[in-house]
Structures are given as C-alpha cells and as structure tokens.
C-alpha cells in the first residue's frame, strides 16, 4: 500500500539561493512548482484555447470569484457542477477571493467588519461580500485551491492605516477558515484554503500578519497587496520577509506578480505559485516576450522577417509563424493576431517556471535567472 | 508512366440532379468538390487558427486581392515569396479579384474602360486596379486559383445598363487572360485564372456573358454579381442558366453564397465552390448553425444545458464544449466564444459539403439535401 501524496512536497532547493521545487497535489491532478498560473478571470484564458493551455503543459489556471459571482452567478455555476464541468477544464482551478476586484471599485465599494459592499460594475446591482460567504460562493465554483477574502491596503499607507487594514485581514482570515473546516465540499473533490497575507511595504506588520495566518494553519500561504504601485525593491523586500515566516511544507504564492524578471527573482526569494495578466493582456496590446527578447509586433522592422516567433518555448504555433505574419495580423486588427501573441506569451511564462524547476533540481538556478533576466529583458533585434 | 492530373476531374454525377462530384489538382494539393472555402480575407480566416482549419479538412481558404494589395501590399508579399510563406498556409489559396471589394466602395471609386480607380478606405490614398495590374498582384500574392477584374453590376440595374456594364466585364476578362498568359509565375507554382460572369438578373445577358468567356477558355468559370439583395428566386434561376453553358469539364465557382440552404441548393445546380463570410461573421455575432438546428449563443435557454454544440461534424472542440460555456462565454464578452463559435460554424459548412460529395457520388443527393436543409435550418431547442 502506498502513502497518499501530501497536499504540498518539497522536491528540492537550490543550494544557492531560497528557491524550492515543489509539487502540489489535487484531486484534479498534480501541480510542480515553481508554477505561473494564465490567468482565466472569468473561466477562460482571453483569446487562448483550453487544448493549446494543455499542450502548453498548463498545470492550472486562476479564475475570479467577484466575476464568476456576477457571471455566470452561483445558481448556475452549482446547476453545472461547478466551473470545471461548465468549461470543460479538467486541471486544478484556483480561485482568488475577489478582494483585490472589490478593492479596485474604490468609489462603488464599502468596508466594515463585516465583509465588503459593493456595486457591481456590470449593472450597478449591490451586493456583500463576507468572509463566509466568499467560502461559499468558492464552493460552487469548485475550485481546487482559493483563497480567503481580505483587504488589500491602498498604497502608500501609513503604520497606523496599514496596521488597522492588515489586523481587520486577519480576523476576516480566522472567520474563513472556520467556515471553510465546518461547510462541505459540493462535488466531492478537496479545496484548499490559501490565507492572505497583508501589511503594506511595513516589514513589520507583514510578519504579525504571517505569524498571525501561519497559526490558523491554511492549507497554503500568500503574499497580497503587492505590485499595487510601490518601488520593485519594496515587493521583493516585503516578498522576503514574509518567505522567511512561511512553513516550508506548504506553498508559497505571490499574487498578482508580474514580470519574468520579477518572478524569477521572487522564485530566487523562496516562491512557488504566481498569476498575473501581463502575459495575456500584454499580447493583446502587441507585446511578445520571447527567449530572444520582447519586441512590439507591429514593429515596421518585422515587415518581411522570416523569423519564427520564438522555438524554444515548445509551442508549435510560435515555431510555425513568422515574425512578419504576425506584424501583419496585427497591423490589419485580426483576432488572430491576438491569439498567436497569447499564445506566445503564456507558453514564454510556462517556459519560464518549467526551466525553473529544472535548474532548482540542479542546483544551478542562481546562475541561469540571472542569465535568463538578461536575456528575455533586451529588446529583440 | 502515369498521366498528370488534369486540373479539374469529374468524379461523380447526381442521377436526380445537375449535382457533381470532382477533384481540383494544384501545386499545393488537391481540393475535393463540392468545397466551401472560408474567408480569410486579409489571409487570415477570422478568429481561427490554422491548424484548426487543417484538422477540420479545410482544402482551400480564399483570400482577397483588394485587401492584401493595401495591405501588407505587393512589396512584403513578393519578399515573403507570396501569401503561402507569410501565412505559413501550405494548402491551397484563392484569391477574389477586389472587383467586389471596388464596387463596394461606391462614393470611392470611379470605373473606365482602363479600370477601375478607387481611394483605399483605410487612408484615402488613390489606386487604379486595371485587368492587367490585378493580374500582377495575385502573381505577387501567389494565390493558386484567382479571379479576374470585373465589374459587379449594381441591382437593381434595367436590361441596357446590364448589359453595357457585363460587356465591359467581358472585355475585361479578355485583357486578364491575354495578360495572364503572357506573364510568368513568380514562385515555381501554377496558378489558375477564373473568368466572372456578369448579367444582374437578366438571363440572356447571364447567357451571352458566359458564352463570351467560355470562348476565351479560362480555367475555370465564376458566377458573380448575385447575393447583391436579388430575390433568392431570381440567384438560382440566373445560377442555372450560368451552370448551363459552363464546361463540364471545369470548376464552377457562385461567388459569396450564402447559407446553407443556398449552397445545397446551388450544389443541385450544378455548382462545385463556394465561398462566403457568414459562418464566420455570424458566429461572431453570437449565430451558430449545427446539425440540430440554428441558436443564438446569447439565449438564455442555453444557461445550464450540458449538450454539446455540435458532436455531427467532426469538431472535438465542439464535441467537448457545452451550450453552457459558450453561452457565458459570449455573454461575458470572451474572445475564446468568438473562436469556439467560429470554429463550429467552419465545421458545419464543411461537414456540409463534404457530405454533400459523399451523397452525390453515392447517387442520394437530392433526398439528403431536401431533409438536411430542413435539419438545419429549423431553431435549435
């Protein structure tokens, strides 16, 4: 008989850095860490295809609570049997609260102890959201991992202002993972509860506010708040100190975070998980990222380049376009554009963690993001 | 030693109608008839990927000279070595002439027995396509079956008007297939030229316009100038007596036509290609034809139905893609229900014709087409 696999297991760390392979187990399949997750806000990734995700060796993607919650809604997403069965996506999911969405409605929202009030941005509708009832609504998605509802704190904020935002967190924390440990699963697989955590750019209410979550005893830990407007050295600061509090047997995930640069260097400070737009919306403004650098696509110097888009990311679509089909998609406005770009950029970031992962196991990671920063940071010629 | 190929092989005739059952042979492969090509106007088909196009058994896409001389123009194609190698497209291509683009612009253009002189909508920059330069462009763009100019009466247009502008169009196509046989190709491949037959709604006109350009023995003959807001009546009876005095041993093209019932309908009258937007623009607009019937993809009816979209026409996405999620796809504004729509109306076309070959060559075409077109054009519930 063998032992059942542990939600989280360490497959290794980098001996010269923080940097730690891992892999993460769901009832909807495993996970290795370091892991981008394309971001699905409302249960599909912008302009990509469920099966190029698969080709791609997507191991999960994140969808959105506040969107879902407004559309499809509950009652829909429950009569489905959850998002997973709606989109025909058979990986792990995992969900984000909705407090980073409901903080970014600044003039339509309103904060209290007891959960956050809002207007939808669709219709205006009003509507609550509370710690409990986040868990709830996270239940009718069926996600495999979500997270907990929190503040996220305007930034700049002072001591005092950061130290209210970051406690009332807390105690919104405590409430959901009661209620997470005393309501059912809906579809008979296990979701795992990710805490939050908060505390602004203060180095030290972000480690009472760790210490607080890592006693509650979540499933996985996150750090929020970040990539909301302070200095880069702030983020991996903050990012450290809160890596240093987090048990090692258990995930790590910086929310919302961001460049390949950023995220190599943060997988360098001891992260496991991230999510972020860039990738999807920078393709559909034009912006690819390739191992030979980024580039504008309607650049006029791509006009009658033979170049393939990128071939060492493993995507077959990218090997197969040249650099010129895709200026012209682009200058003549096609969809199609939009969805090679996208294809391109996720398949660059899952590039990115895979080789990760592959260094860390080596031991040799250090050496090689500090390479691959320089080179995915140039601009192509 | 075996014989080449001819162009164009007769491989079946309909006993109970004018249907036919053949085989176009180009350089970039061989295209069974009845074909549907689907447009791809600016050499991309709109919100779909190639590769997509190649697993649906797409054997030709159709482009458009118009489009592509303004852009990415004749200079990037020539240094790409023409459309085939800028798309990475390696099936066949046919190109339109433009001639329909031109008379689409009304209050832009101005027609001459030269030709035709047009500002480009994109910048107002002044062009004139003649027979001669028309021909020069698709030599650069490549294409493997392309029209000649022609002038596309405007209807209604009274019996003098039709025909003073068909004569023009008949003298036009003279010039086109001089300049075409004296020009070489520009890419090692053959490329075949198709004359456009004119004549609004007047059959002697449709009748002496084909009789002049079957004397000028194109490649293969096209009938143009309908689906311009005739009466549907008035689109078969004018498609009829064209397909009367086509070769029989030559492709036979209806250009721009139309749905389903239409090129079931037109199949029986002897025609062997189509092309035309609306599967692709109405599954943008949220219209989905399938075998079980027509929808809108924004009906609430659809909320929770677990039934795929389709799963008769050989579309795994289809197959595996409930009415649900593409219900809250497109009410959520999501680009993947563009391409999810988009590549099932593909399917269905194509499931279309490729089953209307296997009934002509089976001798059941007639009984099929009648029950198909009542299959599909009834309301999905």
């Known amino acids: ?51 190029s995700l698969r080709e791609l060796d997507a191991a999960i993607i994140l969808a959105n609570t506040y969107h879902l919650y407004l559309r499809p809604g509950t009652e829909v997403l429950q009569a489905m049997g959850g998002l997973h069965r709606l989109a025909n996506w058979e990986r792990p999911i995992l969900t984000d609260s909705g407090g980073f969405q409901v903080w970014s409605l600044r003039d339509l929202r309103s904060l209290s102890e007891k959960g956050a009030e809002f207007k939808s941005h669709l219709d205006g509708s009003r509507h609550l959201f509370t710690p409990e009832s986040v ?52 579809y008979g697989h296990q979701q795992y509860q990710f805490a939050i955590g908060q505390g602004s750019t203060h180095a030290d209410l972000r480690r009472d506010c760790m210490n607080a979550l890592v006693d509650m005893d979540f499933d996985g830990y996150a750090i929020g708040g970040l990539s909301v407007g302070e200095p880069t050295e702030d983020m991996y600061a903050m990012t450290e100190v809160s ?11 910086l929310m919302g975070v961001g460049t390949p640069e950023n995220i190599l260097t ?15 919306r920078n393709a559909r403004n034009g912006t690819i990222f390739t191992t030979k650098g980024r580039f504008n696509a309607r650049n006029a110097r791509w006009k009658t380049s033979n170049e393939p888009i990128d071939d060492a990311v493993g995507c077959w679509t990218s090997e197969n376009t040249s650099m010129a089909y895709l200026r012209h998609l ?49 601009p192509r010629d």
Chains 1, 2 share one sequence.
């Open 266 to 280: 943060a997988i360098g400070l001891g992260v496991d998980m991230f999510d972020c737009v860039m990738p999807t």
């Open 135 to 186: 868990v709830e609504i996270q239940r009718a998605i069926g996600s495999d991992l979500f997270m907990v509802l929190d503040e996220c704190t305007n930034y700049p904020a002072d001591h005092a202002t950061a130290k209210a935002s970051m406690e009332m967190t807390v105690r919104w924390a405590e409430r959901s993972r009661r209620h997470h440990l005393e309501s059912p699963f809906l």
């Open 330 to 378: 682009f200058v003549a406005n096609e969809i199609l554009g939009l969805m090679l770009a996208t294809m391109q950029n996720v398949a660059l970031y899952l590039w990115l963690v895979r080789t990760a992962r592959e260094k860390i196991l080596e031991g040799t990671y250090r050496q090689w993001a500090a390479e691959t920063i320089e080179q995915l940071n140039r």
């Open 243 to 253: 890596t240093a509090i987090m048990p090692a047997h258990k995930p790590r995930y």
């Open 1 to 51: 008989m063998s032992t059942p696999s542990p939600f989280f297991r360490l497959d290794g760390t980098d001996p010269n850095s923080q940097a730690r392979a891992g892999t993460i187990t769901t009832d909807h399949g495993t996970i290795p860490t370091p892991i981008f997750m394309p971001v699905g806000t409302q249960g599909a990734v912008k302009a990509m295809e469920h099966r």
